[in-house]
Every structure is written in C-alpha cells, then in structure tokens.
C-alpha cells in the first residue's frame, strides 16, 4: 500500500471549465475528508465521508462542488464553472475508524492535487 | 477571532537548537490535538496525536497541552536541517458528530545547517 493517492497532482483549467480531482484512500480505511488550503494557510475542512456516506459538508462547498465515494472506495471532488477564486490544493485524506464517535486517530493526507485557475 | 491561532514565522534556528513551536485556541471543547509537518508542495504528514492534557514524547518530539490555557506546544529537539519544513497544529471536539479537524496556519521552521 502506497499510502492515500491524489490525480492529478497539477491541473491548470480556464475560468468556467469543469474539473474533477480523484483520490484513492488507504484501502481499508473508511474515512475519506477533502481539504482545501490556499498559500500560507493550513487545510480548510470541505467534506467527509464514512464508507459511502457523505456525512458532513462545509458552507465552503457551494454548489459548484460536489464530491461522491462510491462503493465506499475511491472519491472524486467535481469543481463546476471554476472560478480564480477556486485556485488552491485541494487535498484528500482517510482514516481508518471502527464503530461510531469522533475521530480519534490522525490522517493520512496525500500529496494534493494544485488547481490553477486562469 | 481564528479558532486556533498559530505564529506564522519563519522561525530560522542553528543546527542541534531545540525548536518550540505554538499554537493557542479559543473553542474549550477542543480534545483532539495533532501536529502535522508539511514539506513545500507536499501533503502534511502527522507528527504527534494528543488526547485531552497532558505530554507526549516520540523521539525527538514533544507534543503538550495545557487545556487550561487553551495552549499547546511542540517541541523540536537536536533539530536537523531535515526538520525544516511547515509546522501545522490541528485540533478537533469530543464527540458531537463533528468529525472535522481546525489547522491553524502553520509556522515555517529553518533550521540553519
């Protein structure tokens, strides 16, 4: 196991374009989140879910974004009429959590996919 | 106010220094504390876990918490030219179905060869 992976690591994409990103998680972990950080900031929550189930979304997440995991495996994070304000890394991160309550363990993040928008 | 307020340097010290590095927070619900290190265009990568107060040492790492203060420190020591890198806090609630976890902004640490 390579750890949690992120595609594309780049993408530069005109304003107004569709984007989506993927990540695939550890593969027995059944947490998966998305993060955003922008330069000189540390990570922003978006969305995470718990196997398939999408439990929690930021007011971050407009309606332009919109992220799925299904068959609790891989995710994608789909960007609609990207705008320069999207331009940022966008990470993925899983966890490995038994039963219910709060996360307790650290993630796992990856190396991020860089959006450019121009 | 930020939820969790971290100095963002850079904080640049010689060789075999140790290193302490800060973060403050407002929400005393706050339990779960991490620090993760995060080298320039990679994704972070978790250093310290910390429930509730207390220390916890891993090598050359020290994770503290001080609740009472609303406060937590890592400390760094025999730091290596390899340890420079950004420095990020991250904390979350007890159980109340939020799972997420707060960054503060990260401290860019350069330690001097």
């Known amino acids: 196991d390579t750890g949690v992976s992120q595609d594309p690591r780049h993408k530069i994409t005109k304003r107004g374009q569709n984007v989506t990103f993927r990540c695939d998680p550890i593969?027995?972990?059944?947490?998966l989140y998305w993060y955003r950080q922008t330069l000189g900031q540390g990570p922003e929550f978006l969305t995470y879910?718990?196997?398939?189930?999408?439990?929690?979304k930021s007011r971050l997440l407009s309606d332009r974004f919109s992220a799925e995991r299904p068959k609790g495996s891989f995710s994608t994070l789909e960007i609609q009429r990207t705008e320069q304000g999207d331009s940022a890394m966008y990470l993925c991160a899983s966890s490995f959590q038994p039963g219910q309550g709060p996360l307790v363990y650290g993630y796992t993040f990856g190396s991020g996919t860089r959006l450019t928008v121009v | 106010q930020k939820e969790v307020e971290q100095d963002p340097g850079p904080l640049s010290v010689p060789e075999g220094a140790i290193v302490s590095l800060n973060c403050t927070y407002s929400n005393s619900a706050f339990q779960y504390f991490m620090w993760y290190r995060q080298y320039s265009r990679k994704g972070p990568e978790l250093l310290m876990y910390t429930y509730s107060s207390g220390n916890k040492e891993d090598g050359r790492f020290t994770a503290q918490v001080d609740k009472s203060s609303k406060y937590i420190s890592l400390f760094i020591r025999d730091s290596q030219p390899s340890d420079s890198a950004t420095y990020l806090c991250a904390m979350s609630e007890e159980a109340s179905g939020t799972y997420k976890y707060i960054f503060g902004t990260g401290t860019r640490l350069k330690v001097l060869a």
């Open positions: 593969s027995e972990h059944n947490r």
């Open positions: 879910f718990q196997n398939e189930a999408q439990l929690e």
